[in-house]
């Protein structure tokens, strides 16, 4: 009995690591590797683990390449659009607006968008992230929702703000910012013009809820909204790239927290669930904020 307990200790405790830094790849952490002491195994178990830590070598040198393409392209294209810009405003002064030119000037605006839409998906990269920091969730959330509220100053939307509590997360802000302004914007881009916002707190998490009333999407295309340029099947809407959601879902997954999406009453709910800190401080709740523009 006892030899068999430790035959089956020595099998299951490397197969247990395995699992572990299955998972973590899947999870977008690349920097996971077998420990060297199951590495240096004589049996086929070391060779496995020689085989699966070659092979995740190899996909984060491929994730890196990618992303510094990625990235490169998007900088090379930066050049031209200016000058592109500069071409355009240059030619108004000579002809006058013409419809053509306006035409010009919105599809210039759209490439820029893209472009850098493009930039932040590439710098959300697991081996190169900011240093965390304590972030104030509802300060946060405030300030993102005061300046989608501000971008569509021109626009009939109303954004309706119920932030139950302050609490403290673990972040880091520029990616969890970038999660937070993609979702709020794609929900006014798509919400049918009303769009409420809540954050309160569950047992251990804080969870951010966005609920817009724009018809909602294909229950078969829940699970593939969070794709990189997913559009939902039977939308004709000329706005985007399909790379908001995609940016809010890895900026998650650096928190390794967790966004999901349903279809709730008139329109589409987007939920991102973070971890609060220990012994965070639940201060009085703000009061809803409705802001129409």
Not at 29 to 56: K, T, V, W
Not at 105 to 127: A, C, M, N, Y
Request: proline fraction near 4%; charge should be negative.
């Amino acid at each position: 009995g006892g030899v068999s307990y430790l035959l089956a200790r020595a099998i299951s405790s490397p197969i247990r690591r395995f699992r572990e830094s299955t998972v973590a790849i899947a999870d977008g952490d690349f920097d996971s590797r077998i420990a060297s002491r199951i590495e240096e195994r004589r049996d086929e178990i070391g060779g496995l683990a020689q085989d699966f830590n070659r092979m995740a070598a190899s996909l984060q040198l491929a994730w890196r390449r990618q992303a510094e393409l990625t990235s490169n392209v998007s900088h090379e294209l930066r050049s031209p659009l200016a000058r592109l810009k500069i071409a355009l405003e240059l030619a108004r002064r000579e002809t006058g607006d013409l419809p053509e030119l306006d035409r010009i000037d919105v599809e210039t605006e759209r490439l820029d968008e893209l472009i850098g839409q493009l930039l932040t998906f590439s710098k959300l990269d697991p081996s190169t992230r900011e240093a965390m920091e304590q972030a104030d969730l509802a300060e946060l959330v405030a300030g993102v929702v005061d300046d989608v509220r501000f971008e569509n100053t021109n626009r009939d939307v109303v954004i309706d703000s119920q932030l139950d509590a302050n609490v403290s997360v673990n972040a880091y802000p520029s990616a969890l910012r970038s999660a937070l302004e993609n979702v709020l914007r794609n929900a006014v881009l798509h919400g049918g013009g009303n769009v409420r916002v809540s954050l309160h707190t569950e047992p251990g998490n804080v969870l951010v809820k966005v609920q817009d009333q724009g018809g909602g999407v294909a229950d078969s295309d829940l699970e593939r909204l969070f794709e990189p340029f997913f559009r939902a099947s039977g939308s004709n809407d000329s706005h985007g790239a399909g790379l908001g959601l995609a940016i809010a879902a890895r900026a998650m997954a650096m928190h390794e927290s967790s966004i999901s999406a349903s279809n709730a009453g008139p329109g589409l709910c987007v939920e991102m669930r973070l971890p609060i800190l220990p012994g965070f401080d639940a201060r009085t709740p703000q009061a809803s904020n409705k802001h129409k523009k």
